[in-house]
Each structure stands twice: as structure tokens, then as C-alpha cells.
């Protein structure tokens, strides 16, 4: 069974720290990665996908793919109160569904 | 990115009724997705929406419980039958977008049953 595992959290960073949030996945023939952020009370909403090893970056958020050690990361610098949400994981293998983690909660304390 | 709308945003049932859950899409896509999330817990598909066919069921999720419907490119609807209180939960459908197999939510519905 494909699995997608996270740190349920909560994590805790103070006002303009960085934000790691981790991901480890088991379906070695993954090829598309991606984290969402949901709200509470709202749906998900895509920050950010990658696809190929190494970084990407998008403003204040990094995603970081390592398909050796299967493991995915979301770097979110200079956090803001507004960043507090749970942030969902999701890995994708070719011609096949989405598999969700079970979400980090991350608390960004003023 | 598609926009995604769902009705009802949210209503309060009685155990044995049954409810129509409908999505709407601004564009046409190809592939249409149904998720359930049970309070506190992460997205679990129920069914893929085929155009033109039967839907795809994950395992533990069936036809007759999760009826569900794909008249064309832009709509679906998914009928949640028989409610008991463990059907409570937030209902979301998705879309993947075709230029970076990205999914996209609607809003959600909101179903509480009594």
C-alpha cells in the first residue's frame, strides 16, 4: 500500500523563523510532488509542486525533492501568523491517483 | 486554475435520508474527483468521475452507498445514501489541471448527520 507520511505537528515557530515541514513517501516510481495548505474550516489550496530533484522556490516557500532518500520538504522563511494551517503532502505516480499525507499542523506564534 | 464551485456549502441531515451533493466547473476537464475528510483527518478519494462512463471506486467505497454522476465535462454530482452519523464529514470534489497534473478543490460541503 502506497503511503505518505508526515509529522502530525503541531509544529510551533515563532514570527519570522523558518518553517520545516517534512514528507517521506513509499512508492519508490513516484514523479510529481506537491503541498497544499488548508485552513481550517477551508479547502485546500496548492502552495507549490515539484517534479525533479533538488529546489524550487516561490517567494517566501522552497520545496526540496530527494527521489534517492524519498523524501520531500516544504522550507517556509519568514513566517507569518497568516502561514498557520495545516499543510498536506501529496505524491503522484504516473497515470495513477493522488496520495495525501495526513497533514502537519503548523502554528506561527506573533 | 479551474473554478470550483459545490452545493449545498454545508447542511444538517437525518440518519436513512439521502443527499445530492453537486460540482461545478468552469471549464471542461477531463478528469473529475471525489474526496471525503472526517474531522481532523486527511483527504481520502472516494471515486474517480468518468465522463461518459461508470465511476472508479476506491476500495471500501461502493456504488450503491456513494452513487455517483458525470452528465458532461463541467459537472458532477455525488449522492451520499442511507446517511448514518459516521457519514459526517467535509465532501470535496477536485479537478486535475491537464498542463501540470495539478488538483484543484471546490469549497466543500459541510454534511453533519443527526
Known amino acids: 500500500q502506497k503511503e505518505v507520511e508526515q509529522n502530525s505537528g503541531p509544529l510551533s515557530v515563532p514570527e519570522g523563523a523558518i518553517a520545516s515541514l517534512n514528507c517521506t513517501y513509499s512508492?519508490?516510481?513516484?514523479?510529481?510532488f506537491f503541498w497544499y495548505r488548508q485552513y481550517s474550516g477551508k479547502s485546500p489550496e496548492l502552495i507549490m509542486f515539484?517534479?525533479?530533484?533538488g529546489d524550487k522556490e516561490d517567494g517566501r516557500f522552497t520545496a526540496q525533492l530527494n527521489k534517492a532518500s524519498q523524501y520531500v520538504s516544504l522550507l517556509i522563511r519568514d513566517s507569518q501568523p497568516s502561514d498557520s494551517a495545516t499543510y498536506l503532502c501529496?505524491?503522484?505516480?504516473?497515470?495513477?491517483?493522488?496520495?495525501f499525507g495526513p497533514g502537519t499542523r503548523l502554528s506561527v506564534l506573533p | 486554475s479551474a473554478v470550483i464551485s459545490q452545493k449545498p456549502s454545508r447542511d444538517i441531515c437525518q440518519r436513512g435520508t439521502s443527499l445530492t451533493i453537486q460540482c461545478q466547473v468552469d471549464?471542461?476537464?477531463?478528469?473529475m474527483f471525489w474526496y471525503r475528510q472526517q474531522p481532523g483527518q486527511s483527504l481520502t478519494l472516494i471515486a474517480t468521475?468518468?465522463?461518459?462512463?461508470?465511476?472508479?471506486?476506491e476500495s471500501g467505497f461502493v456504488i450503491d452507498k456513494f452513487p455517483i454522476s458525470r452528465p458532461n465535462l463541467t459537472f458532477s454530482t455525488l449522492t451520499v445514501s442511507n446517511m448514518s452519523p459516521e457519514d459526517s464529514s467535509i465532501y470535496l470534489c477536485?479537478?486535475?489541471?491537464?498542463?501540470?497534473?495539478?488538483?484543484?478543490f471546490g469549497p466543500g460541503t459541510r454534511l453533519t448527520v443527526l
Open positions: 477536485s479537478v486535475e489541471g491537464w498542463e501540470t497534473g495539478t488538483q484543484y
Open positions: 512508492d519508490r516510481g513516484s514523479q510529481s
Open positions: 515539484i517534479y525533479s530533484n
Open positions: 501529496a505524491v503522484k505516480n504516473y497515470g495513477q491517483n493522488f496520495v
Open positions: 471549464s471542461q476537464v477531463t478528469m
Open positions: 468521475a468518468n465522463q461518459g462512463s461508470e465511476a472508479t471506486y
